[in-house]
């Protein structure tokens, strides 16, 4: 084969392979294999030079000259080429370099960062979260609160009722009215002292309207021990407003009715030139602590429910409580 056959074969053969090679892995291969420094066959064309007759060297080296610089040339644009492809994971359409569409990661509903924040205040005066069951029977959210069965607030009209008792249930189900039922299951399971809070959905058929909704939360706690009053109650609501609703929020303890605790107060804050209603407390009922096999002569303790979306709506000035559960994106977006 004389010098042309060879250098024509070569650059065949070459860039035949650099046009084959569809991974980086491949292009490195044709590189070693045409392109080589050290060994392949450009490497054996550059030898075979050495046999061309002097008078013709200027005119093969400047054709060796041209076929690597066209090998050289293919192979770097080939190297290029890959390199810019779109990546693609295997099997799939989707091209990893591309750049994001900066789809925002969206956030946790105003409600729950609320949850978040009762959470926290509370642990921070050492209060524990405990959870408690939505569908509930009737002696923890009704019997052992001290609500006997002619009360109005276990009207069948007033609640959500999900079975009648039978003798398999024995005991009717509904869906807790209040949260209060986690006080009662927080001291069936457990010995004074207790400090804790139930943050939770509670349902009712109320009549929907901007402060009040037929599912709703309540935050509920509860400390017992053996000198546990009013004034400490007090003090804990006092704090807690302080801590979410700012320094000088004006709250106001009226007297009221609950018949789990006695005495038993509404608190309210200021709004505007009313007072918003935000929670119901007093001191627990000593029915109930036996009702829980505690002591009354050995143990005090209060107890409070809070509704949640209420503070929440007093923080932010949000009129309705309807916003909460339309989920419209421009309302959600704000928090
Ligand atoms: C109770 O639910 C009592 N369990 C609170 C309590 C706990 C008293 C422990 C004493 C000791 P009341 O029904 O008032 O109480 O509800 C408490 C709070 O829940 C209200 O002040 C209000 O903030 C909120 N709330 C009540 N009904 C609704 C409703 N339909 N929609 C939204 N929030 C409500």
Redesign the pocket.
């Known amino acids: 084969m004389d010098h042309e056959q060879s250098f024509a074969s070569y650059e065949q053969d070459a860039l035949k392979s650099i046009e084959a090679a569809a991974t980086a892995d491949a292009l490195e291969a044709a590189r070693i294999e045409f392109l080589g420094k050290k060994q392949g066959r450009l490497k054996d064309l550059q030898g075979a030079l050495g046999s061309v007759p002097v008078d013709q060297k200027p005119a093969v080296g400047k054709r060796f000259n041209e076929i690597k610089d066209r090998v050289t040339a293919a192979w770097e644009q080939k190297k290029l080429m890959l390199e810019s492809a779109p990546k693609k994971a295997a099997g799939s359409e989707f091209d990893v370099t591309l750049p994001g569409a900066g789809l925002s990661l969206g956030k946790l509903h105003p409600l729950t960062q609320t949850i978040e924040e009762f959470k926290d205040i509370m642990a921070r005066l050492g209060f524990e979260s405990e959870e408690g069951p939505e569908v509930e029977d009737e002696w923890h959210n009704f019997v052992a609160l001290n609500i006997p069965e002619d009360h109005p607030a276990r009207n069948p009209l007033d609640n959500f009722y999900l079975s009648v008792a039978s003798t398999v249930t024995k005991e009717a189900r509904l869906l807790r009215s209040?949260?209060?039922t986690v006080?009662i299951r927080t001291m069936e399971q457990r010995q004074p002292p207790i400090r804790i809070v139930s943050v939770g959905r509670v349902y009712?058929p109320?009549q929907i309207d901007a402060?009040?909704?037929?599912m709703?939360h309540?935050m509920?706690g509860l400390m017992v021990g053996p000198d546990v009053t009013m004034a400490s109650l007090k003090t804990v609501l006092q704090l807690f407003a302080t801590a979410y609703l700012g320094e000088n929020v004006p709250v106001r303890f009226r007297p009221s009715f609950?018949p789990?605790?006695e005495p038993?107060v509404?608190f309210d804050v200021r709004r505007g030139n009313g007072w918003l209603?935000?929670?119901?407390?007093?001191m627990v009922d000593p029915n109930v602590l036996s009702a829980c096999g505690y002591d009354p002569e050995k143990v005090s303790g209060f107890?409070?429910?809070?509704?949640i979306?209420?503070f929440c709506m007093m923080r932010h000035g949000i009129d309705d409580?309807r916003h909460f559960y339309e989920n419209e994106l421009r309302f959600l977006q704000q928090f």
């Open positions: 209040q949260t209060s006080q009712r109320d402060t009040h909704h037929m709703f309540q509920e609950f789990f605790t038993s509404e209603e935000l929670g119901g407390a007093g107890a409070f429910g809070l509704g979306a209420r409580i």
